[in-house]
């Protein structure tokens, strides 16, 4: 059986967003105006899964899916590289249905400012801002990050928040990037590759020389490739299976 360290399992049990113990899985209920359930871990034991299948049905999920779940999540999705795993998933009913890389980058990078924009560490609560923008998920992150001094802001001239990037929302021992977010009227100005550098800066300061930043779609690579040395990449897929009034397709 896999089982988490202690203290990723500590952090994984704490609001918000709270994940729920399975024995030594994890499960996360839909989020509010979901019907997708999230097996965030999975030991590998049948009994397990049986029992995270039989929660989610309860509480009204139509489909399970093997990772996450986002804004609390132990991995973005199932290492591609772990054919037993895969297999072992496959094998209960999952099926494959989208894929994206976790990124594995160097924090040497200086801060570069934007015209017109401001970056810096916030300590105010802005996450209706960030949920009314990005949803549920990135707000969890973001609150979580908060707590860390791992939240930054970038604001406009008249004050007004144009977008907002974090670090150590998750996984906060590991040096993990993200999430990060610019409003559509602010795109194209360079907020988000301001956003970047000034969190990528801050994480080496807390001496992580390298950072991961998960979740990253293939066309977005390229953003990151531009500022900064990526050092590794995890092919990760988002496995998930249709739950009927049995718990199986």
């Given at each position: 059986?896999a089982?988490i360290d202690?203290?990723?399992?500590a952090?994984k049990l704490?609001p918000?967003?709270a994940?729920t113990a399975v024995?030594?899985?994890?499960f996360?209920?839909?989020?509010?105006?979901?019907t997708?359930a999230w097996?965030?871990w999975w030991s590998?034991?049948?009994?397990?899964?049986a029992?995270?299948?039989?929660?989610a049905?309860?509480?009204?999920?139509t489909?399970?899916v093997a990772g996450?779940?986002p804004?609390?999540?132990v991995?973005?999705?199932?290492?591609?590289?772990?054919?037993e795993?895969?297999?072992a998933l496959?094998g209960h009913?999952?099926?494959v249905?989208?894929?994206h890389v976790d990124?594995?980058v160097?924090t040497?990078?200086?801060?570069r400012?934007?015209?017109?924009?401001?970056?810096a560490r916030c300590?105010?609560?802005?996450?209706?801002?960030?949920?009314a923008?990005?949803?549920?998920?990135?707000a969890w992150?973001?609150?979580?990050a908060?707590e860390?001094g791992g939240?930054?802001?970038?604001?406009?001239?008249?004050?007004g928040?144009?977008?907002?990037?974090?670090h150590?929302?998750n996984?906060?021992h590991?040096?993990t990037?993200?999430?990060?977010?610019v409003?559509?009227a602010?795109?194209?100005?360079?907020?988000g590759?301001?956003l970047?550098?000034?969190?990528?800066?801050?994480?080496?300061?807390?001496?992580f020389?390298?950072?991961t930043?998960?979740w990253?779609?293939?066309?977005?690579v390229?953003?990151y490739?531009s500022m900064?040395?990526?050092?590794?990449?995890?092919?990760?897929?988002?496995?998930?299976?249709?739950?009927?009034?049995t718990?199986?397709?």
């Amino acid at each position: 059986m896999a089982l988490i360290d202690a203290v990723t399992l500590a952090e994984k049990l704490r609001p918000p967003r709270a994940l729920t113990a399975v024995g030594a899985s994890l499960f996360a209920a839909p989020a509010p105006g979901s019907t997708a359930a999230w097996m965030a871990w999975w030991s590998g034991a049948a009994d397990e899964l049986a029992e995270v299948t039989a929660r989610a049905l309860a509480a009204g999920a139509t489909r399970l899916v093997a990772g996450g779940p986002p804004g609390n999540y132990v991995e973005s999705g199932v290492d591609a590289a772990d054919v037993e795993r895969v297999a072992a998933l496959t094998g209960h009913g999952f099926t494959v249905r989208g894929e994206h890389v976790d990124l594995q980058v160097r924090t040497d990078v200086a801060p570069r400012a934007a015209p017109g924009v401001t970056v810096a560490r916030c300590d105010d609560d802005v996450d209706e801002t960030i949920r009314a923008a990005f949803g549920d998920g990135w707000a969890w992150e973001s609150a979580r990050a908060r707590e860390h001094g791992g939240l930054f802001t970038a604001r406009g001239d008249d004050g007004g928040v144009l977008g907002f990037a974090a670090h150590s929302g998750n996984l906060c021992h590991r040096g993990t990037f993200g999430p990060i977010g610019v409003l559509p009227a602010a795109r194209g100005r360079g907020v988000g590759a301001a956003l970047s550098r000034v969190v990528l800066a801050d994480l080496r300061a807390r001496g992580f020389v390298e950072a991961t930043v998960p979740w990253v779609a293939a066309e977005t690579v390229g953003f990151y490739g531009s500022m900064v040395t990526i050092t590794a990449r995890t092919r990760r897929l988002t496995l998930a299976r249709a739950l009927s009034g049995t718990g199986w397709p």
